[in-house]
Nanobody, 123 residues
Framework: VQLVESGGGLVQAGGSLRLSCVASGRNIDSIDTMNWYRQAPGKQRVLVAAITRSGSTNYGDSVKGRFTISRDNARTTVYLQMNSLKHDDTGVYYC?????????????????WGQGTLVTVSS
């Protein structure tokens, strides 16, 4: 599976951006949860939002009520709608996927990361 993000850019505080992540390649039908992570300068990567194969969502505390994660019907594209952006939302946003593959022993979970897209929020 390959993940390609797009939609990052420079926006003023209070503005909005919509990020997209497109999955392609082998095993895309085995993608389970898809996630967005953010890595701010000098900080660790943190989970921003997650969406399961069935559509259940989860958000980091700092973005609840402002960000919305969604997934297309084919479950190969995930979006992150970001509203009321703050300076602290600045960072590189990475798309991440959990891929569940059946094995003789049970299930193997693989992880895949995109290359990231930069979001800069000016205050």
């Amino acid at each position: 599976v390959q993940l390609v993000e797009s939609g990052g850019g420079l926006v003023q505080a209070g503005g909005s951006l919509r990020l997209s992540c497109v999955a392609s390649g082998r095993n895309i039908d085995s993608i389970d949860t898809m996630n967005w992570y953010r890595q701010a300068p000098g900080k660790q990567r943190v989970l921003v939002a997650a969406i399961t194969r069935s559509g259940s969502t989860n958000y980091g505390d700092s973005v609840k009520g402002r960000f919305t994660i969604s997934r297309d019907n084919a479950r190969t594209t995930v979006y992150l709608q970001m509203n009321s952006l703050k300076h602290d939302d600045t960072g590189v946003y990475y798309c991440h996927a959990d891929i569940r593959l059946p094995t003789i022993e049970g299930t193997s979970v693989l992880e895949e990361w995109g290359q990231g897209t930069l979001v800069t929020v000016s205050s």
